[in-house]
């Protein structure tokens, strides 16, 4: 696997892999609607690639296919973390998070994280602040915002 620097080129490639792992990956911890309104599949690609080029933005590439991107503000907020539904379970996420942790200066990361990757962030050390429900088109969405401490070396969720 390699990573590299997201380029504007990659932006279209990035929504679809974003809509296809919501529908597919995030499928068992919300509904059809909720899916819908969370990845619509018209996200407006200028101003996804300005977010992209203003943060760290990383791209994983295997087999000469895009299977992963994450991006990282200069504040520490992680934004967005999507794994190809093909390529679940290999390492991707925790490479890219890796990258991402790194290459920010900044005391402590904070994300919001879908249910689904609850779990995958408690294991690398980020704690829960709250729970919260995000209103998107008049429905209701679960996500927690979770904030690890760089400063700190976690093994299993623990200091």
């Given at each position: 696997m390699l990573l590299r620097m997201y380029n504007t080129s990659d932006c279209e490639f990035l929504a679809e892999l974003f809509y296809q792992t919501v529908h597919n990956v995030n499928a068992k911890d919300y509904t059809k609607?909720?899916?819908d309104v969370w990845a619509t599949g018209n996200v407006n690609l200028?101003?996804?690639d300005k977010s992209f080029l203003a943060h760290f933005t990383i791209v994983a590439i295997k087999n000469e296919i895009i299977v992963g991107f994450g991006d990282i503000d200069k504040t520490g907020y992680l934004d967005r973390l999507f794994v190809h539904?093909?390529?679940q379970r290999q390492g991707i996420a925790s490479a890219i998070c890796d990258e991402l942790e790194q290459r920010?200066?900044?005391n402590k990361i904070i994300t919001h994280a879908s249910i689904t990757a609850k779990t995958f962030?408690?294991?690398r050390g980020y704690r829960v602040i709250k729970g919260q429900q995000v209103i998107k088109n008049g429905i209701s969405l679960t996500n927690y915002?979770?904030?690890k401490q760089k400063n700190l070396i976690y093994v299993n969720g623990r200091e």
């Open positions: 609607e909720q899916l200028n101003e996804w539904k093909d390529y920010v200066n900044a962030f408690e294991q915002v979770m904030e």
